[in-house]
């Protein structure tokens, strides 16, 4: 391969997702395939900024593809967005020799990584790990599909409860800007209503739901919420529903990081293990600034401006279907 990179550093950064690891994984030992030289920068942007970086080789990443986390660790650096804090960023790199980066993030990461490269000519391409799903250029992102089935399971869990009391259980799932979650997880365990922080949910609607649904004899009920949801969180919502209407006895549960943790699903390991070789491959190819994805089964590449730029929302159609399911 006619190119000059021979020392490749890989770091995850933000909020963890399930499937990092695999994604750590394959980019190891694709370096390692290709002779490269590979580095691990802990706890993101903040451990380059303190030089926290450890040589890599194939056996460190052994036993991890079935592991949530990172073995990198991860970390939201205040610092890298400082001029000083990439000065010693760049030079933690020049120690090392590394000659181009490969970021495992969301949004911010990628901010993170545009900026960096721009200032220092520095190549970085990024893989999307957030349990979002709310980047722009990949279908799906390493971590979501194992959020959204840890919390289908706790859904599942809550109905049975919720259907030997009577219930209504409003159910609170991450997501301060996204729904993603909420929508597939609603629209997978049947929930009545769905509150997502792109829709501008109505608490008049759903009491009129609710009330219709009484009169169905419909004896409990389910209501996912987004935590960024305008109207608020579960609690919030709760509230307002019962200054307006008591027919149902209702309970709240947050399920909160326990959606970020766990052994990733086979769909995210899998995502993970491609973007992971590809990264490697288009770094080889001559490729940065570019965050890599995949959609319709094919990897894509999107510069960081856009994957950062463009918004990615969940589809209007699906958001009406999973409303016409409940009726
Ligand atoms: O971005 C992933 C995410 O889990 C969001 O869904 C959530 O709002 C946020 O991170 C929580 O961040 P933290 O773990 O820092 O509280």
Redesign the pocket.
């Known amino acids: 391969m006619a190119n000059k990179i021979k020392r490749v550093a890989v770091f995850t950064s933000?909020?963890d997702a399930p499937g990092m690891n695999a994604a750590i994984r394959a980019v190891v030992r694709t370096a390692s395939y290709h002779d490269l030289h590979i580095y691990g920068i802990r706890r993101g942007y903040q451990g380059l900024i303190e030089n926290d970086i450890i040589k890599l080789q194939r056996s460190s990443v052994g036993h991890i593809i079935q592991r949530g986390g990172t073995m990198l660790k991860t970390a939201?650096s205040e610092a890298f967005r400082t001029k000083e804090g990439r000065k010693q960023a760049h030079e933690a790199l020049m120690a090392h020799d590394i000659d181009a980066c490969i970021a495992i993030g969301?949004n911010g990461t990628f901010t993170g990584a545009k900026i960096f490269q721009e200032e220092y000519d520095f190549p970085f391409v990024g893989l999307p790990g957030?349990?979002?799903n709310d980047i722009y250029g990949t279908d799906y992102t390493i971590g979501f599909d194992t959020a959204v089935n840890t919390a289908v399971e706790c859904l599942d869990k809550i109905r049975d409860t919720a259907d030997s009391h009577n219930r209504l259980f409003f159910v609170e799932v991450?997501?301060?800007h996204?729904g993603y979650?909420a929508l597939y997880t609603g629209i997978c365990t049947g929930a009545g209503s769905i509150f997502l922080p792109e829709e501008d949910n109505d608490i008049d609607h759903l009491v009129a739901q609710l009330k219709k649904s009484t009169k169905r004899k419909k004896l409990f009920n389910l209501v996912v919420v987004a935590?960024?949801n305008q109207n608020g969180g579960a609690h919030e919502i709760a509230r307002k529903v019962n200054e307006q209407f008591d027919g149902y006895e209702t309970k709240v549960s947050v399920i909160g990081?326990l959606?970020?943790g766990g052994s990733p699903t086979a769909a995210d390991r899998l995502l993970a293990s491609r973007l992971g070789y590809e990264s490697v491959n288009a770094l080889l190819a001559g490729k940065k600034g570019v965050a890599l994805g995949i959609t319709n089964d094919k990897v894509v590449f999107t510069p960081f401006e856009d994957a950062i730029g463009k918004s990615k929302e969940p589809s209007k159609d699906m958001i009406r279907m999973a409303e016409i399911l409940a009726l």
């Open positions: 933000g909020g939201r969301g957030t349990i979002d991450m997501g301060r996204s979650i935590e960024g990081h959606q970020r």
